[in-house]
C-alpha cells in the first residue's frame, strides 16, 4: 500500500475535518507495494518540497519534482497528483481531471489508476461544488466498477480495517499505508505496548504530524492538554473513533530520535570518545533516517559540540528538570521517565513525551491507579510501592520528586551506560513457579530492597571525569527518602545548571584540597584580618598625620590628654566594631555551623543566612566608617570639654584625617570580606537548594556596591592629595612623607581592589546566572 502525504500552509480549509465517530478509511494503489523504507524517505521529502512549491501561490510543475528512482517514482506521482488537485480545485487554479494527468504523466499509462486516487478526485470535486455521481466514474473504469462503487457509496475501501462502522479495530492492523479519520499514515515511528505511534499528514490543516494510535482508555490527552512547555512535546489535540475503540492523539512530530538511540550509542562508544557531538551524531542519523534536512546553522548544535559527555547528560537532564517542574505546577505527574519518552529535535533539544500513565489532579473523575504504569527499573521507591500488591502507598501519595527520581536514573545510564541499580539478576515478574501476581511480588521486594538499602550508589560509580557537581546532583536525586531529594524540578534543574557553568561549578563545587573549601571552616579569622588589617593601617598613617599637624603642636599636657583621648577613642571603636562584626556574623555562623554538623534548615532561614552573607562586606564597611567619623567628631569636642582651646585648623584637619582613614576602612574591608563571603562562604549554600529571584536581586546589588566602594578606593589617594592644599606652606615639609606614603600606597592598594572587583565580578555573574535559572 502507498502511503498518502501533503505538506502545505496554506490549504487549511481544503478538506474540513471529519467528525469524531467518521469512518476509518484504507487505501491502497493498485498494483503499486509498500515501498521500502528508505522510499518513504524520499516520498516523505518530495511531498514536502512540492508542498512548499504551493505555498507560493503559483501552480508547481508536478514533474520537475519527481525523483529519478524507479522504485518510487510511480508512488510519488501518484501522491503528487493529489496534492495537486486539492490546491488546484480548492483554488481555482486551472483545475485538472485525471485524464489530464494521465496524458501528461507516462508513469500513469499501462496500470490501472489506485482507487485512491480516483476517490480523492471524486471529493476533490464534490469539495468545490461540483453535483458528481458515483455512475460517472463506474462508466469511466469499467474494469474496476464493482470496487468504486463501494467506494464512493459508502466512502470506505473494499478491504479497509473495518467494513462495517460499528465494529472496534485491533491495534495491529492499523499500519502505514493507511487513512485514519483525518491522518494519512506516512511511517512508523514506534509502538509499544499499547500504542502505535506514526508520522501522518493531517490532511485538514495541511501538516505533518505525529499520531499516537491507541485504545480508547485513559486521560493522556485531557492531561497533555494542560501542557505548553519548550521541553514537552506539543499536544495539538485528541479525536476518538467510539465506534472502533481508537484514540487518536496527534502531537507535534519531532524528527530527532528518542534518548533511547542516543543510549544504545553511548553503550557501543568508549567512555574517552563520548562528547556532545555523540549526541548530534545520533540526531543526525535519525534525520537521515526519515530524510529530514539537517540543520545548517544552529548555536544549539556548537553549544553542545563544545561539550564533554557529563556536561552534555546534564545540559539534557537540565531542560528535562524544567518540563518535569512546570508539569508538576500543573498538577501533572509524568510516572514514566525513561529514554524512549524522550524525543530530540533536530538540534538535539529534549522534549517529554508519552505522559500515558500521568494523571491529573485536575481532571475530575480520573482514578490514579486505573492508569498507572511505566517501567520499573526507572521507578522510585515509592512508585514501586504503589504497584505493590501487599503496600498500602497509592498513587495519590506520588509528587514530582518520584519523576525526578526516574529522570536521575535515566541521567546516570546516559553517563555510564548502565542504570544504578542494577535489576538484571531480580526475578521477571510471573516468574516464580507461582502465579503471575507471586512474580510481581518477589520482583518487586527485590527491587524494593535494593533502593531502600543503605548500600546505594557511589560516587566512585560515576566516571572520573564527572564533575563534582553533577555527582551531587544524581545522588541526591537518587535517595530513598524522598525529603531528602530536590523538592521540585526547578531545583534539580538550577543544579544541574551549575553543573554547565565552569565559574559557577568551581565556586558551588571546589576541588577537595582547594583553599576556597579549607577557609570556609575560619569564618571568624578571617573576617578579623579583612576588616583589622586594613583599619590597622589606616590608624598608622592617622597617628603619623596628626602627630606631625596637631600633637607637636600642643604642649606637653595637652599632647598627653589627646594621645591619652584618641588611644580611648581607638579603643573603644575597636572593641564596639568587634561586637558588630559578631553580630553581623553570628546568624549565618550559627546557620553554617548547623550545616557542617547535619542539621537542616528550612528555606526562610536559608534564604535570611544567604541575605546576610551578600550584605555582610556591606554593613561591616558602613560600620567602620561611622566609627572613623565619630572618633573625628568626637575627640576634639572632648578636648574642648576638658578645658582645651582648640583651632578651627586643628579641627578641621583631624576631621579630615578621620573620613580619609574612614574612606581607607570602609573601602578595602569591603572588598575583603565580600571576596570572602562570595568565593567561600555563599557557595556553601546553593547544593541545599532554594536559591531564587530574591538571591538575583542581592547578588545584582552587592555588584553596584562593590562598583561604589571601587571608586571610593580610586578617590583615597585624591583626597589626600586635595587634603594637602590647605596644609600651611610651614607643614608641607613635614607632612609630605606621609603623603606620599598615602598616595603610594593607595595606588597599590587600589591595583589590589581592582583585581579583587575584577574577580568578584565574574563570580557575582556566576551566581547571578545560578540564581535566574531556578523558576
Not at 49 to 75: I, K, M, T
Not at 230 to 238: A, C, E, G, K, M
Not at 637 to 660: K, M, N, P, W
Not at 670 to 683: G, K, M, Q, T
Request: aromatic share 8%; net charge neutral.
Amino acid at each position: 500500500m502507498t502511503p498518502k502525504v501533503e505538506v502545505s500552509s496554506d490549504a487549511t480549509a481544503a478538506a474540513p475535518p471529519p467528525s469524531a465517530d467518521s469512518q476509518l478509511e484504507a487505501t491502497a494503489a493498485a498494483g503499486t507495494p509498500a515501498p521500502p523504507k528508505a522510499s518513504l524517505t524520499v516520498l516523505a521529502a518530495t511531498v514536502e518540497r512540492f508542498a512548499a512549491a504551493w505555498s507560493n501561490g503559483d501552480a508547481p510543475r508536478l514533474a520537475d519534482f519527481l525523483p529519478d528512482s524507479p522504485a518510487v517514482r510511480r508512488a510519488c506521482v501518484i501522491e503528487l497528483i493529489k496534492i495537486d488537485l486539492e490546491h488546484r480545485w480548492s483554488r481555482g487554479i486551472e483545475p485538472k481531471r485525471l485524464a489530464q494527468y494521465c496524458e501528461e504523466l507516462p508513469e500513469l499509462r499501462g496500470r490501472a489508476l489506485p482507487p485512491d486516487l480516483i476517490y480523492e478526485e471524486f471529493q476533490v470535486r464534490r469539495r468545490s461544488g461540483q453535483s458528481v455521481d458515483s455512475a460517472e466514474y463506474t462508466e469511466e473504469f469499467p474494469e474496476q466498477a464493482e470496487e468504486l462503487a463501494s467506494i464512493l457509496e459508502t466512502g470506505e475501501f473494499e478491504g479497509t480495517l473495518v467494513s462495517h462502522s460499528g465494529k472496534p479495530v485491533a491495534l495491529d492492523d492499523v499500519d502505514v499505508g493507511q487513512r485514519i479519520n483525518d491522518f494519512d499514515l506516512m511511517m512508523g515511528l514506534g509502538r509499544g505496548a499499547f500504542a502505535k505511534v506514526f508520522l501522518a499528514r493531517q490532511r485538514s490543516m495541511q501538516r505533518l504530524v505525529a499520531v499516537k494510535i491507541s485504545q480508547d482508555h485513559g486521560t493522556e490527552p485531557q492531561t497533555l492538554a494542560q501542557l505548553d512547555h519548550n521541553y514537552i512535546v506539543r499536544v495539538f489535540d485528541q479525536r476518538v473513533l467510539r465506534g472502533r475503540k481508537l484514540r487518536l492523539l496527534y502531537m507535534q512530530y519531532v524528527p530527532g530520535g528518542t534518548l533511547l538511540g542516543v543510549l544504545q550509542r553511548v553503550r557501543s562508544t568508549p567512555p574517552a570518545e563520548r562528547s556532545g557531538q555523540l549526541l548530534i551524531d545520533v540526531v543526525d542519523e535519525a534525520l537521515a533516517e526519515k530524510g529530514e534536512i539537517m540543520p545548517s546553522e544552529s548555536g544549539v548544535r556548537e553549544e553542545l559540540a563544545e561539550l564533554s559527555w557529563p556536561e552534555t547528560v546534564a545540559w539534557l537532564g537540565r531542560r528535562l528538570a524544567d518540563a518535569l517542574d512546570y508539569a508538576g505546577r500543573q498538577g501533572v505527574l509524568h510516572r514514566d521517565v525513561k529514554p524512549a519518552n524522550v524525543l530530540l529535535t533536530a538540534e538535539g533539544i529534549p522534549k517529554l513525551a508519552d505522559f500515558n500513565i500521568s494523571f491529573s489532579g485536575n481532571v475530575s473523575g480520573t482514578s490514579p491507579v486505573a492508569y498507572f504504569g511505566g517501567s520499573l527499573a526507572y521507578m522510585s521507591p515509592e512508585q514501586l510501592s504503589v504497584i505493590h500488591p501487599d503496600s498500602p502507598t497509592t498513587a495519590d501519595d506520588l509528587d514530582t520528586r518520584s519523576d525526578l527520581y526516574s529522570l536521575a536514573v535515566v541521567l546516570w545510564e546516559l553517563l555510564t551506560g548502565t542504570k544504578p541499580f542494577h535489576d538484571d539478576d531480580a526475578p521477571p515478574r510471573g516468574s516464580s513457579g507461582g502465579s503471575a501476581r507471586s512474580g510481581d511480588r518477589t520482583a518487586l521486594d527485590t527491587m524494593l530492597d535494593r533502593r531502600r538499602s543503605s548500600d546505594q550508589p557511589t560516587p566512585g560509580e560515576l566516571p572520573a571525569d564527572c564533575p563534582s557537581a553533577l555527582r551531587r546532583v544524581l545522588l541526591k536525586s537518587l535517595r530513598p527518602d524522598p525529603a531528602d531529594r530536590w523538592a521540585r524540578g526547578a531545583e534539580m534543574a538550577q543544579q544541574l545548571q551549575v553543573c554547565l557553568d565552569p565559574r559557577a561549578r568551581e565556586l558551588v563545587d571546589p576541588p577537595p584540597n582547594s583553599w576556597r573549601r579549607t577557609l570556609r571552616l575560619f569564618t571568624h579569622p578571617m573576617l578579623l584580618l579583612a576588616i583589622a588589617i586594613p583599619n590597622l593601617l589606616a590608624i598608622l598613617y592617622s597617628y603619623n598625620h596628626n602627630k606631625t599637624l596637631i600633637v607637636n603642636k600642643l604642649d606637653a599636657k595637652d599632647q598627653h590628654l589627646f594621645q591619652t583621648l584618641t588611644a580611648w577613642t581607638y579603643g573603644v571603636a575597636f572593641l564596639i566594631g568587634f561586637v558588630t562584626t559578631n553580630v553581623f556574623v553570628w546568624y549565618l555562623w550559627r546557620v553554617l555551623w548547623g550545616l557542617r554538623k547535619g542539621k537542616t534548615y528550612n528555606a526562610t532561614e536559608l534564604a535570611k543566612a544567604r541575605r546576610h552573607t551578600l550584605r555582610l562586606g556591606y554593613r561591616n564597611a558602613l560600620a567602620c566608617f561611622c566609627l572613623w567619623v565619630i572618633a573625628g567628631i568626637g575627640v576634639p569636642i572632648t578636648l574642648t570639654l576638658s578645658g582645651r582651646e582648640v583651632g578651627a585648623g586643628t579641627y578641621v584637619h583631624f576631621l579630615a584625617t578621620q573620613i580619609v582613614c574612614g574612606a581607607i576602612a570602609m573601602a578595602y574591608p569591603a572588598f575583603l570580606v565580600n571576596f570572602y563571603a562570595v568565593r567561600c562562604l555563599y557557595p556553601i549554600f546553593i547544593p541545599h537548594g532554594g536559591i531564587d529571584a530574591g538571591d538575583a536581586i542581592e547578588l545584582r546589588r552587592l555588584d553596584r556596591r562593590c562598583t561604589f566602594f571601587l571608586a571610593m578606593a580610586a578617590a583615597v589617594p585624591l583626597i589626600g592629595v586635595a587634603g594637602a592644599t590647605f596644609i600651611a606652606p610651614e607643614d608641607i615639609a613635614q607632612v609630605i612623607v606621609p603623603i606620599r606614603v598615602l598616595c603610594v600606597g593607595s595606588a597599590i592598594a587600589f591595583v589590589g581592589a581592582y583585581w579583587i572587583f575584577r574577580l568578584l565580578e565574574d563570580d557575582i555573574r556566576a551566581l547571578d546566572r545560578v540564581a535566574r535559572a531556578h523558576r
